[in-house]
């Protein structure tokens, strides 16, 4: 679903979520700042709605989003906050960059791996050396008192 760019924001390439679903929230941060930190909302927590999620993204990444998001996910919704730099709105950024991340990563279909067999000459060299190993093993044992 692509709703109109106007009341949209693109999140990731091809996910839309209208404005509505992206709440920032601001609030002292520990990060870099001096005595700034002490007076200034500098830390940038966005909030971001399940529901709208679910209506962007398919089905598969939905379900990988419970992988890749983990501990960020909350009872109101996928949540990120970042504290990196003295900026509101470098923080800010720094969220949406991290939604990005998360949401691409959600959409990536992992690779399904395919059983494979070992072929005829590895199981030959791996018995030929455990054999090797063994006649090493062998030839230190002593020959015993008579």
Do not use: W
């Not at 929230?25 to 709208?52: D, E, I």
């Amino acid at each position: 679903m692509e709703p109109s760019p106007s009341s949209a924001v693109e999140v990731a390439p091809g996910v839309y979520l209208p404005e509505a679903a992206l709440s920032f929230s601001f609030s002292k941060s520990s990060g870099p700042g001096g005595q700034n930190v002490n007076k200034v909302n500098t830390r940038a927590t966005l909030t971001v709605s399940m529901q709208a999620l679910g209506e962007a993204l398919p089905g598969y990444a939905m379900r990988r989003l419970d992988v890749v998001a983990g501990r960020y996910l909350t009872q109101q919704g996928l949540q990120l906050s970042a504290e990196d730099s003295r900026s509101q709105h470098a923080n800010r950024r720094a969220c949406m960059e991290r939604l990005r991340e998360t949401l691409v990563e959600a959409l990536r279909r992992p690779r399904v791996r395919k059983p494979t067999k070992p072929s005829a000459g590895s199981v030959r060299r791996r018995l030929d050396a455990k054999k090797r190993r063994g006649k090493i093993k062998q030839n230190r044992r002593g020959k015993g008192k008579d």
